[in-house]
């Protein structure tokens, strides 16, 4: 398994500006993710984190609005920019371990935006 | 392509009820299944998982098998405390594509 923490656990911040939600890993893991999940919805994936490169995102989203690092094995970030109320979600890093195929999930960052 | 598909909720039960949550699912190949739960201002738990057909995965009380007959893997527990009172989510991984597929989720209430 992997212990998963994210920070910050919530935040309200301002149209027009950004966070940086920060994503550490107990352990070295092969693939790192990030997901988004709006209010009472499931779980949409963003991008996967690639350690060394640039993160491979899924169709909606772009570089330029969820700028995504991942200098090791251990730590991740995602940054929401310019931001607007309809990236209030909740945003949630998750991870699979090398050799089986669980998944596990972080705490979640809750962003409000007003 | 890969899809999940899950009863709509919410479930409402009285404690000590028999539960089923029913997910059904479309995919290539043979994928890995599971099950997630997510309490109340949470992030989401595994559950339980099976990853071949006819296995069954288990885990505090709840259990599901891999049916690929009936491609369904529903979720049951013989007895519910209000402590179970989340939402459920049935998943699946194709190894092919690497990615996890999510159904929308079942929230389950557990009445006293």
């Known amino acids: 398994s992997a212990v998963i923490s994210q920070k910050p656990s919530r935040d309200i911040c301002q149209r027009g500006t950004s966070l940086t939600i920060q994503c550490q890993v107990d352990s070295q893991v092969t693939m790192m993710f990030w997901y988004r999940q709006q209010p009472g919805q499931s779980l949409t994936l963003i991008a996967t984190a690639n350690q060394g490169s640039e993160a491979t995102y899924e169709s909606g989203f772009v570089i330029d609005k969820f700028p995504i690092s991942r200098p090791n094995l251990t730590f991740s970030t995602l940054t929401v920019s310019n931001m607007s109320p309809e990236d209030s979600s909740i945003y949630l890093c998750?991870?699979?371990?090398?050799?089986?195929?669980?998944?596990?999930f972080g705490p979640g960052t809750r962003l409000t935006v007003t | 392509g890969n899809s999940v598909t899950q009863m709509e909720g919410p479930v409402t039960l009285s404690e000590e009820a028999f539960l089923t949550i029913n997910c059904t699912y479309t995919a290539t190949g043979y994928p890995s299944l599971f099950w997630y739960v997510q309490y109340p201002g949470e992030g989401l738990q595994l559950l339980l998982k099976?990853?071949?057909?006819?296995d069954k995965g288990s885990n505090k009380g709840f259990e599901a098998t891999y049916r690929k007959e009936t491609t369904s893997f529903h979720l049951e527990k013989g007895s519910v405390q209000v402590s179970d009172s989340a939402v459920y989510f049935c998943?699946?991984?194709?190894?092919?594509?690497?990615?996890?597929?999510f159904g929308t989720g079942t929230r389950l209430l557990v009445s006293p």
């Open positions: 998943a699946l991984l194709n190894t092919g594509f690497q990615k996890l597929v």
């Open positions: 998750s991870v699979r371990t090398s050799g089986d195929y669980e998944q596990y």
């Open positions: 099976a990853t071949k057909a006819d």
